[in-house]
């Protein structure tokens, strides 16, 4: 996951907190038992710089999980170090007690089972083997549902959300691993937010040996090792979560803490973290820097506010309040994606960048790929594999906000498409059907092009699946459109980006 702050100012924190664990004025103490597969390993620390409502910065600090605690030595705050006078220490969500007393309902019989499950002694067949594997994993997921339902993080727009009530936004619903909340960035952010500081600044680093990509237990790798001339020597990548997570094939900037400190800097895990921050922070940053912003913006979410109180929640808003008074235009979108599809959005931070990426669109020069579900089978109709066509739409003043067909005055919309293949689909009312995926590459950027060159029988006159406007939208079902890559050249350094994010579907 990309690092949602700037990590300078919270990693000379981590510095400051390092340097204390190993001149022993602060104690990293073992509050709880340790479980079995991390007894020997380490925790993450992690910084957050924030600022009050009035403007002074507040400095936060915490480790990953909830067996250790980072405490003050006795009589050290006494000594010359500001460190201890300025600095918070931010704990667990929720206690290793509180965990352990969730689990122990259903412990012992899920150990009795592992007992029979692992004797070799017992003659049992086969099926009863099965049996009780099965009976054993159904009390570990109702226990680990249990635990799940102890954590809540307060969120940027002052609401208290539940683990679960994020899977659902966040993770098809489905369980996330264990120790999701335990991570440093979800427990500083929940910190800042419940006493309503705003993050302006977070870094987080490994404070024993790495062993593998898991912050939450001292595992994460860095995302490059830099060079002094610049240049990224190596990188590891983590695994994407697919829906979520974007990758730049260019880095248009040094990361600064990498070269600076003495420490390697780990972003947050895709893992956990990729799924409580983009509930906690609003959005879901696949790239930040000095200036611009890259998003992949979910269905059913406005880009820009529209009219009314009702429709004022936005990425642009949700930016403005993420980054304050780092967004120097009113109208920080570069670009729109309609409310209901999903996919990369460009913000930018300066009106320099914002008018150097206007242009940019205006000179066609920003490719971008589009992948969508339509309702029906193209190659049955005699669509070809691959093509182009050009359309013309104008407004309907009668019907807005559709378009409609008009070859004398409407304007020229040039649509690329590939088809990617024929696939079952399954709707949300359980029954299934052949769809067709394809793979669209705008050549312009009309209002509503897609849609209408799938829809309107000039052009394929088969609209995308759960279409409100053009198509039909069952319950429960959302538009299969998804702005999955785009590339541009970045206003400040003159490289090319490229981000690419898979769709939900």
Not at 78 to 86: A, I, L, R, S, V
Not at 214 to 242: F, H, I, N, Q, Y
Not at 369 to 393: N, Q, R, S, W
Request: glycine share 8%.
């Amino acid at each position: 996951m990309f690092p949602p702050f700037p990590q300078e100012k919270a990693a000379k924190i981590l510095e400051e907190l390092i340097l204390s664990l190993q001149n022993g004025e602060i104690e990293l103490v073992q509050i709880a038992r340790p479980s079995e597969e991390r007894k020997n390993q380490g925790v993450m620390l992690g910084a957050l710089v924030c600022k009050d409502k009035n403007g002074n910065e507040v400095k936060l600090v915490t480790n990953s999980g909830n067996a250790k605690k980072l405490k003050v030595e006795s009589g050290k705050r006494k000594t010359e170090n500001d460190f201890f006078g300025e600095v918070v220490f931010a704990g667990a969500i929720v206690s290793a007690e509180e965990i352990e007393d969730a689990l122990s309902e259903n412990d012992k019989e899920i150990h009795e089972l592992t007992e029979q499950i692992n004797n070799e002694q017992l003659a049992i067949s086969s099926e009863q083997l099965k049996e009780l594997r099965k009976q054993r994993e159904k009390l570990c997921s109702l226990s680990l549902e249990k635990v799940h339902d102890l954590y809540k993080f307060h969120c940027i727009d002052g609401k208290i959300r539940s683990l679960k009530e994020i899977c659902e936004m966040y993770n098809g619903g489905k369980l996330p691993p264990t120790g999701t909340g335990d991570c440093c960035a979800p427990k500083l952010l929940d910190y800042a937010f419940s006493h309503e500081l705003m993050p302006i600044s977070l870094a987080e680093t490994e404070y024993t040996a790495r062993r593998g990509n898991d912050c939450s237990t001292a595992e994460g790798v860095p995302l490059a090792v830099w060079s002094d001339s610049g240049s990224a020597e190596s990188v590891t990548a983590k695994p994407d979560r697919p829906e979520e997570q974007g990758r730049a094939k260019q880095c248009p900037e040094k990361n600064f803490p990498l070269s600076t400190f003495h420490f390697p800097l780990t972003p947050p895990c895709d893992e956990r973290c990729g799924i409580l921050l983009p509930a906690m922070l609003g959005l879901r940053i696949l790239w930040r820097d000095e200036a611009i912003c890259v998003v992949n913006k979910q269905s059913g979410l406005l880009s820009v506010p529209g009219r009314g109180e009702d429709k004022q929640d936005c990425i642009e808003s949700r930016f403005r309040q993420l980054f304050g008074d780092k967004v120097e235009i009113k109208q920080p979108a570069v670009h729109r994606l309609d409310m209901e599809t999903s996919g990369i959005m460009i913000l930018a931070f300066t009106k320099e960048a914002h008018r150097e990426l206007n242009r940019q669109f205006e000179a066609k020069e920003v490719q971008k790929e589009y992948v969508a579900l339509l309702d029906g089978v193209l190659p049955k109709m005699g669509i070809a594999p691959h093509g182009t066509m050009e359309l013309f739409f104008r407004l309907d003043v009668d019907n807005r906000p559709h378009q409609i067909w008009d070859a004398e005055n409407g304007k020229l919309a040039v649509t690329e498409w590939q088809i990617l293949g024929v696939e079952r689909y399954h709707a949300p009312d359980g029954t299934t059907r052949n769809v067709t995926r394809v793979l669209f590459m705008p050549h312009t950027g009309r209002t509503h092009q897609l849609r209408l060159a799938s829809s309107d029988s000039h052009g394929f006159g088969c609209p995308i699946i759960g279409d409100t406007l053009y198509g039909h939208c069952d319950e429960g079902e959302r538009l299969m459109l998804h702005a999955k890559k785009i590339s541009f050249t970045h206003p400040l350094t003159g490289k090319r980006m490229i981000f690419e994010c898979k769709p939900e579907f």
